[in-house]
């Protein structure tokens, strides 16, 4: 049987550091030695753009009970309980502002859970129209995060 020239303990030391960073893949090259480790990381998918009930303005207990929730036309929805970023990394600029055009398939927002920062992905393209959270704020499950129109 043929000697193997892989170093293991390189290669547990870089999937380490890939899940440490959250990157998907990383690569050393030494001389004429190269090592290569990637791994595939599933991002959760966004439900299609649908009308959502936000409320704009703080009710009191009377008015709503009585009042029907304002409804947002191409909300991104928070596909998961975490915190919301607007921007890669602290102090980086966000990822859109109100105004910005987006396409589809542009990265909007993360959401962190569990230690693992999930890219909010645009459904459609659009003009963003109105920005719901605020940086490191802790959303819900199908928390309106932006509304795309």
Same mark, same amino acid.
């Given at each position: 049987?043929?000697?193997?020239? *892989?170093?293991?303990?390189?290669?547990?030391?870089?999937?380490?550091?890939?899940?440490?960073?959250? $990157?998907?893949? *990383?690569? *050393?090259?030494?001389?004429?030695? %190269? $090592?290569?480790?990637?791994?595939? @990381?599933?991002?959760?998918?966004?439900?299609?753009?649908?009308? =959502?009930?936000?409320?704009?303005?703080?009710?009191?207990? #009377?008015?709503?009970?009585?009042?029907?929730? %304002?409804?947002?036309?191409?909300?991104? $929805?928070?596909?998961? =309980?975490?915190?919301?970023?607007?921007?890669?990394?602290?102090?980086?600029?966000?990822?859109?502002?109100?105004?910005?055009?987006?396409?589809?398939?542009?990265?909007?927002?993360?959401?962190?859970?569990? %230690?693992?920062?999930?890219? *909010?992905?645009? #459904?459609?393209?659009?003009?963003?129209?109105? @920005?719901?959270? #605020?940086?490191?704020?802790?959303?819900?499950?199908? #928390?309106?995060? $932006?509304?795309?129109?």
């Amino acid at each position: 049987m043929a000697q193997s020239n *892989i170093d293991e303990a390189a290669i547990r030391a870089l999937a380490a550091i890939l899940h440490e960073a959250d $990157l998907s893949e *990383i690569e *050393i090259v030494n001389g004429d030695s %190269k $090592l290569r480790v990637a791994r595939q @990381i599933v991002r959760a998918a966004m439900p299609a753009a649908a009308p =959502v009930s936000v409320e704009s303005q703080p009710r009191s207990s #009377e008015s709503q009970a009585n009042a029907a929730p %304002k409804v947002v036309e191409g909300a991104v $929805l928070s596909p998961m =309980v975490g915190t919301a970023y607007r921007a890669p990394e602290p102090g980086a600029r966000p990822f859109v502002e109100v105004g910005d055009r987006v396409r589809a398939g542009q990265v909007v927002m993360i959401v962190e859970a569990m %230690k693992t920062m999930n890219q *909010i992905i645009a #459904e459609t393209a659009g003009a963003v129209r109105e @920005i719901f959270v #605020e940086d490191g704020q802790p959303v819900e499950y199908g #928390e309106p995060l $932006l509304a795309i129109g």
